[in-house]
Protein backbone atom coordinates (compact mmCIF):
# COMPACT_ATOMS: atom_id res chain seq x y z
CA UNK A 1 0.00 0.00 0.00
CA UNK A 2 2.91 2.39 0.77
CA UNK A 3 4.08 2.30 -2.75
CA UNK A 4 0.80 3.81 -3.95
CA UNK A 5 1.80 6.97 -2.19
CA UNK A 6 5.61 6.87 -2.59
CA UNK A 7 5.96 9.90 -4.76
CA UNK A 8 3.68 11.89 -2.68
CA UNK A 9 5.35 10.94 0.55
CA UNK A 10 8.86 11.55 -1.06
CA UNK A 11 7.40 15.04 -1.92
CA UNK A 12 6.08 15.69 1.69
CA UNK A 13 9.42 14.76 3.06
CA UNK A 14 10.88 17.22 0.22
CA UNK A 15 9.04 19.88 1.27
CA UNK A 16 9.79 19.71 4.64
CA UNK A 17 13.58 19.04 4.35
CA UNK A 18 13.00 22.76 2.88
CA UNK A 19 10.96 24.04 5.61
CA UNK A 20 13.39 22.44 8.06
CA UNK A 21 16.47 24.40 6.01
CA UNK A 22 14.53 27.85 5.92
CA UNK A 23 13.61 27.44 10.11
CA UNK A 24 17.55 27.03 10.87
CA UNK A 25 18.61 29.20 8.69
CA UNK A 26 15.85 31.78 10.07
CA UNK A 27 16.84 30.99 13.67
CA UNK A 28 20.12 31.31 13.12
CA UNK A 29 20.15 35.04 12.12
CA UNK A 30 17.92 35.27 15.27
CA UNK A 31 20.74 35.81 17.62
CA UNK A 32 18.70 33.99 20.93
CA UNK A 33 17.59 31.39 18.79
CA UNK A 34 21.23 30.90 17.46
CA UNK A 35 22.52 31.16 21.42
CA UNK A 36 19.85 28.37 22.20
CA UNK A 37 20.67 26.08 19.71
CA UNK A 38 24.26 25.69 20.82
CA UNK A 39 23.90 25.84 24.91
CA UNK A 40 21.93 22.64 23.59
CA UNK A 41 18.66 23.77 25.63
CA UNK A 42 16.52 22.07 22.74
CA UNK A 43 17.72 19.07 21.05
CA UNK A 44 18.54 19.31 17.36
CA UNK A 45 16.65 16.20 16.36
CA UNK A 46 13.54 17.89 17.84
CA UNK A 47 13.47 20.33 16.04
CA UNK A 48 14.32 18.86 12.50
CA UNK A 49 11.15 15.98 12.58
CA UNK A 50 9.03 18.68 14.22
CA UNK A 51 9.87 20.70 11.01
CA UNK A 52 9.69 17.72 8.32
CA UNK A 53 6.70 16.23 9.63
CA UNK A 54 4.71 19.27 10.68
CA UNK A 55 5.26 22.06 8.42
CA UNK A 56 1.33 22.05 7.01
CA UNK A 57 1.11 23.13 10.78
CA UNK A 58 4.05 25.71 10.49
CA UNK A 59 3.54 26.92 7.23
CA UNK A 60 -0.23 28.16 8.62
CA UNK A 61 0.80 29.78 12.04
CA UNK A 62 3.33 31.50 10.01
CA UNK A 63 1.14 32.74 7.25
CA UNK A 64 -1.63 33.74 9.79
CA UNK A 65 1.11 35.73 11.85
CA UNK A 66 0.78 38.21 9.36
CA UNK A 67 0.18 41.76 10.08
CA UNK A 68 -1.93 42.31 7.44
CA UNK A 69 -5.00 39.21 8.63
CA UNK A 70 -5.28 42.79 11.45
CA UNK A 71 -5.90 45.38 9.19
CA UNK A 72 -9.15 46.73 8.51
CA UNK A 73 -10.10 46.27 4.89
CA UNK A 74 -10.54 49.59 4.02
CA UNK A 75 -6.69 50.27 5.04
CA UNK A 76 -5.96 47.40 3.15
CA UNK A 77 -7.61 48.74 -0.40
CA UNK A 78 -5.94 51.82 0.69
CA UNK A 79 -3.24 50.77 0.63
CA UNK A 80 -3.25 48.95 -2.58
CA UNK A 81 -4.88 51.71 -4.23
CA UNK A 82 -7.97 50.71 -5.31
CA UNK A 83 -10.00 53.32 -3.34
CA UNK A 84 -7.47 56.07 -4.69
CA UNK A 85 -8.89 58.66 -7.00
CA UNK A 86 -6.04 58.88 -9.26
CA UNK A 87 -5.94 55.34 -10.24
CA UNK A 88 -6.56 54.38 -13.79
CA UNK A 89 -10.23 53.96 -15.21
CA UNK A 90 -8.81 50.88 -17.12
CA UNK A 91 -8.24 49.14 -13.36
CA UNK A 92 -11.25 50.02 -11.90
CA UNK A 93 -13.18 48.77 -15.10
CA UNK A 94 -11.13 45.31 -14.58
CA UNK A 95 -12.35 45.34 -11.06
CA UNK A 96 -16.04 45.74 -11.80
CA UNK A 97 -15.44 42.70 -14.38
CA UNK A 98 -14.32 40.42 -11.98
CA UNK A 99 -16.90 41.40 -9.53
CA UNK A 100 -19.64 41.06 -12.15
CA UNK A 101 -17.75 37.58 -13.34
CA UNK A 102 -17.49 36.64 -9.76
CA UNK A 103 -21.56 37.27 -9.10
CA UNK A 104 -22.35 34.99 -12.56
CA UNK A 105 -20.13 32.31 -11.28
CA UNK A 106 -21.96 32.28 -7.98
CA UNK A 107 -25.34 32.48 -9.56
CA UNK A 108 -24.12 29.27 -12.48
CA UNK A 109 -23.20 27.46 -8.99
CA UNK A 110 -26.56 27.72 -7.49
CA UNK A 111 -28.61 27.37 -10.17
CA UNK A 112 -26.83 24.21 -11.30
CA UNK A 113 -26.39 22.36 -8.10
Given at each position: MIERYQDEIIGYLLIGLCFLLLTL??????????SMLQSQEIELGDIVWRSILLWPYHLLCWIFSWRIWLMPVRDILLRIGILNHEMNPLY???IVVLL??????????????
Open positions: RGSLKNPNDAKFLFLNLVFLWYFEVFK
